[in-house]
């Protein structure tokens, strides 16, 4: 905050039938930790998986993670 850095990293991973992620990786990154932070924020959220003929299965993903800082 103190460094005032803003903006969005991309973020790609697979969501698994069991609704964890995995292969998360940071597409971008605007200094100051703010990739890493992207990464353990995904890494650690539950999505639903994708189904397909009724059956859970494996998806890949891509969302962007915002900092922005509101005074």
Same mark, same amino acid.
């Given at each position: 905050k103190a460094k005032r850095i803003e903006g969005?990293?991309?973020v790609s991973f697979f969501v698994?039938?069991?609704?964890?992620?995995s292969e998360v990786k940071a597409l971008g990154d605007l200094g100051g930790g703010t990739?890493?932070?992207?990464v /353990? +924020?995904?890494?650690?959220l539950k999505f639903a998986p994708a +189904?397909?003929?009724g059956k859970a299965? /494996?998806?890949?993903?891509?969302?962007?993670?915002i900092? /922005?800082?509101y005074d």
């Open positions: 969005n990293v991309m698994e039938a069991d609704s964890s992620t990739q890493a932070e992207a /353990r +924020l995904v890494e650690g +189904l397909q003929g299965i /494996r998806q890949q993903m891509m969302i962007p993670v900092f /922005r800082i």
